[in-house]
């Protein structure tokens, strides 16, 4: 690993990295993000490692992170000199002899690619590199383009730009996608002030959830009292559903990395924190990799880039308290004492880590500032919606055809992430709510599909931005029973310090749980908005303080199955256990009997070819007859 | 000093107070169950909230944390304030229906019992004030208490629930504990506290037993004073 202390050292090794972004040998890469892995990534990499061992071919095979489409996983791109690129989803061991062979002889015979691309963004040097000449290769007629494909015609990508395009362990690849040289300008070019002003006027906003200003929090970090100031990266993602940081930490760890270096010379800080919990491990071993090797090339440590300047990060794992995303807990935690958050009225700009002035951001955010640097504020306000610049990264899952992550300007109408990008919902079920915001987020209805997504109006609508989760339900969801999943996870996940928080949310649950077992009693509804309003007011933390969030705006957007479960005892969508009934419609049975072999508790009975019947004491209502019948002979009452 | 206005009172105090240290020493009284003057605070129990409005804006903020302001108007008694006290006290009356103080405390503001909440029986009377935590680090200086689990769960004991090392017997915790959760029992020469037992010293003037020798050691290893200079009770020194 050679030194890099100058803009000659920063060309020197980019070049490097774009042979081996382009080389001028076939390239193989395999998505092994966590999403890759867990569809069976690591057997497919070495599957085809030891093929093209065995075939002694010079093919470079090379490991890189997520591309956002993780219904496809896992992903394998091919990219030819000369040719475009292709993309292979849903790959297999088996395949991988056939994918090596097709290669040789050229075709797309034997796996079809999913979507080609012609050339590759670097966003943050604001152009694009072609990686053939001419037209396109005319065996590949008919294969779209990856703008084609509508999960990535809206896309925007900046804080996932490098994401499931760069191997994450190659320093060399990030600086030719133009990485460090934000760095190099912002060390060697320009005043903390001037960095300060121009977050300022790209019009960031915290991407953890909280949407507060980045460049004013920087401003007020800088001029805080004390010599000792701090930057902490929060990768402590804990909503359900969300991973978006998990994401950029494991395949582009150096955009994290490197805002953060820039945040510290802009704040004045010389020690840096990223705080990732440890049930992201890759995440954990992608980013303490991109350090030692950001500390080898002396782009951490004494004297960067020779400006005089010192800086360096630890990586301090958590223990999975979903509390400790919350900053005051998430500070405590890394001290080493208990994660319990404190009031905030004198702000940890200013008291923070070890009582010292400290600004800590969320990965999302700290990735987005290199690209801020190199294209100007101004660039990045005018992508996205007036008062929330730029783009945001959702994660996009539940009842919904391609689940994975989007990176789309702000402002980009729910409607388009619904149905264009996420493909709408499988089975041809109507669009019921998407909760965004994650469980302290809000659930917002079908009626306002077609609201912006941006911090102010999910705020408008009763519910947030969180941390970017998007949780899509479709009409078989029951609200009420969504409302009593999330405040059990909050129940579960909080600290205990506050008696709002730690007890109120707990009477929730249970009265939450009682209407949905059919014991719901009048009044119940109007309990609920009471406390919800007592748990904002009085709550210590935004734990407590939204934790009445899903509760709230499951009853302002659908009260009427609230009220069907607690007077008619009846669970409209029918999902609630108790209130619910399986029987088979004799005019609609074949006789089949499929759900005889389904059935967990051998309740239902019938010949073959005649009407099949379920004995209702013994039914379990798992749902399995009802799931499994061709015929919609099974309903549900 | 800061100039500004509890409950239609104009109040000046030092910048740095509280606003519950302000309203005290102006005769406003605000309930609390996790402050003290001994430890440093807490902002756990949540039933010293009062509404403040500063400029257009208001909002409702803990007293004994939150540091008084220039031109800010407290009402300490508004609506939404109470609205968290009566919830506040409902939780405890359901989590400690056995402490006195939380029934006391609730039939003085008139907050009957939710009948929604089902009574614990599982709790004690600990409404997990912390109090005896924060005496034990910041007062006694051993740190032998501190929390296990979280959420409703969260429990105050010794580490694993294990007789504590750590431990000097001396009993400040129970002393402290507001609702009498905490238990210590008293046999003879021995002291029971936190599951273990201590041997009580006797006062060499009067010979009555007056503190546990684990808690003299510590004072004399703490100190300097020679262990049998301290086997005097407070009322023969």
């Known amino acids: 690993m050679s030194k890099i202390n100058t803009l000659e050292d920063l060309n020197q090794a980019g070049k490097r990295g774009l042979a081996a972004l382009i080389p001028s040998r076939i390239k193989i890469m395999v998505g092994m993000a966590t999403s890759g892995i867990a569809s069976g990534a690591q057997d497919v990499f070495n599957a085809l490692a030891a093929e093209i061992k065995k075939r002694k071919l010079a093919i470079i095979l090379s490991p890189t992170g997520s591309m956002g489409m993780d219904c496809m996983e896992p992903l394998v791109d091919v990219l030819e000199p000369g040719k475009p690129r292709l993309a292979y989803g849903k790959m297999t061991v088996k395949k991988a002899p056939a994918l090596l062979d097709q290669i040789a002889k050229g075709t797309i015979e034997a796996i079809k690619p999913f979507y080609r691309m012609d050339e590759e963004e670097f966003i943050v040097l604001g152009e694009a590199k072609r990686y053939f000449k001419g037209a396109a290769p005319a065996y590949l007629k008919g294969i779209p383009t990856i703008n084609e494909i509508p999960f990535y015609t809206k896309q925007v990508k900046i804080a996932t730009r490098n994401c499931g395009l760069i191997d994450p362990e190659s320093i060399d690849e990030y600086i030719a996608k133009g990485g460090y040289f934000s760095l190099h300008k912002a060390l060697t070019g320009m005043k903390p002030e001037a960095i300060i002003e121009e977050v300022i006027a790209s019009g960031l906003r915290g991407r953890g959830g909280g949407g507060f200003r980045t460049g004013i929090k920087w401003k007020s970090c800088r001029e805080a009292a004390g010599d000792i100031k701090y930057v902490i990266c929060n990768g402590d993602e804990g909503d359900p559903g969300a991973y978006m940081d998990r994401s950029v930490m494991e395949g582009d760890p150096h955009s994290v990395i490197e805002g953060m270096i820039i945040g510290a010379f802009a704040i004045g800080a010389h020690e840096g924190y990223i705080y990732v919990r440890n049930e992201y491990p890759l995440a954990v071993a992608n980013l303490g990799k991109a350090i030692e090797t950001a500390r080898k090339c002396g782009l951490l440590g004494k004297n960067i880039l020779g400006s005089g300047f010192d800086f360096d990060i630890r990586i301090s794992k958590g223990a999975g308290a979903f509390v400790c995303g919350e900053s005051t807990a998430l500070m405590a935690s890394l001290e080493g004492a208990a994660g319990e958050p404190r009031a905030k009225y004198i702000h940890t700009v200013e008291h923070g880590l070890w009582n010292r002035p400290s600004n800590l951001n969320n990965v999302e955010t700290w990735a987005n500032v290199p690209a801020i640097l190199a294209r100007g504020g101004k660039w990045f306000a005018g992508i996205g919606a007036k008062t929330s610049t730029g783009t945001k990264v959702f994660s996009l899952v539940g009842k919904i055809n391609n689940i994975g992550l989007v990176e789309v300007p702000m402002g980009t109408p729910l409607r388009d992430i619904v149905y264009e990008i996420g493909g709408g919902i499988p089975g041809g079920r109507k669009f019921k709510a998407v909760q965004t915001g994650g469980p302290s987020g809000g659930c917002i209805p079908e009626k306002l599909i077609d609201l912006p997504v941006d911090f102010d109006e999910l705020w408008k609508a009763g519910s947030m931005m969180g941390s970017g989760g998007m949780i899509i339900m479709d009409e078989k969801t029951c609200m009420v029973d969504i409302a009593h999943y999330f405040i059990e996870f909050l129940e579960s996940e909080s600290c205990g310090k506050c008696v709002p928080c730690r007890e109120g949310v707990r009477r929730m649950k249970d009265i939450l749980e009682d209407i949905c077992a059919g014991k719901g009693q009048e009044g119940d509804v109007e309990l609920l908005e009471e406390i919800s309003k007592a748990i904002i007011d009085g709550s210590l933390c935004a734990l407590g303080g939204s934790a009445p969030n899903p509760v709230l705006s499951t009853i302002q957007y659908f009260r009427e199955e609230y009220d069907a479960h607690i007077r008619d005892k009846r669970c409209p969508a029918a999902v609630c256990k108790a209130l619910i009934e399986y029987c088979i419609d004799p005019e609609k049975c074949t006789g089949c009997g499929v759900c005889l072999k389904k059935c967990p508790v051998n309740c239902i009975t019938g010949e073959k070819k005649k009407l099949h019947v379920i004995d209702r004491t013994k039914c379990i209502k798992c749902g399995a007859c009802y799931e499994s019948c061709k015929f919609d002979a099974i309903t549900v009452t | ?237």
Not at chain 2, 3 to 29: C, P, Q, S
Not at chain 2, 49 to 74: F, H
Not at chain 2, 93 to 110: K, T, V, W
Not at chain 2, 133 to 158: H, L, N
């Open chain 2, 1 to 237: 000093m800061a100039k500004f206005i509890i409950d239609g009172k104009n109040i000046e105090a030092e910048e740095g107070a509280t606003i519950l240290d302000a309203a005290r020493e102006n005769g406003i009284g605000i309930p609390t169950l996790c402050t003290h003057d001994e430890v440093g605070t807490a902002g756990a129990c949540r039933l010293c909230v009062v509404e403040v409005k500063k400029g257009n804006r208001s909002r409702i903020v803990t007293s004994c944390l939150y540091n008084v302001e220039d031109g800010i108007v407290v009402d300490t008694h508004s609506e939404r304030v109470m609205a968290v006290r009566r919830l506040v006290l409902q939780l405890l009356l359901a989590r400690c229906p056995a402490s006195d103080l939380i029934r006391d405390l609730a039939e003085e503001m008139g907050v009957k019992p939710e009948p929604r909440f089902t009574v614990d029986t599982d709790k004690g009377k600990c409404i997990l004030c912390r109090l005896c935590v924060r005496t034990c680090e910041q007062v006694v200086g051993v740190s032998a208490i501190g929390f296990s689990f979280r959420g409703a769960d969260k429990t105050v004991g010794t580490p694993f629930h294990e007789q504590s090392k750590a431990c000097i017997g001396c009993g400040a915790c129970a002393y402290i504990c507001p609702t009498d959760h905490i238990e210590m029992t008293a046999v003879h020469d021995k002291r029971i506290i936190w599951d273990r037992e201590f041997k009580m010293a006797s006062c060499s003037v009067c010979g009555r037993y007056f503190a546990p020798e684990d808690q003299l050691e510590f004072i004399s290893k703490k100190t300097g004073v020679p262990m049998t200079d301290l086997m005097v009770c407070t009322s023969c020194r």
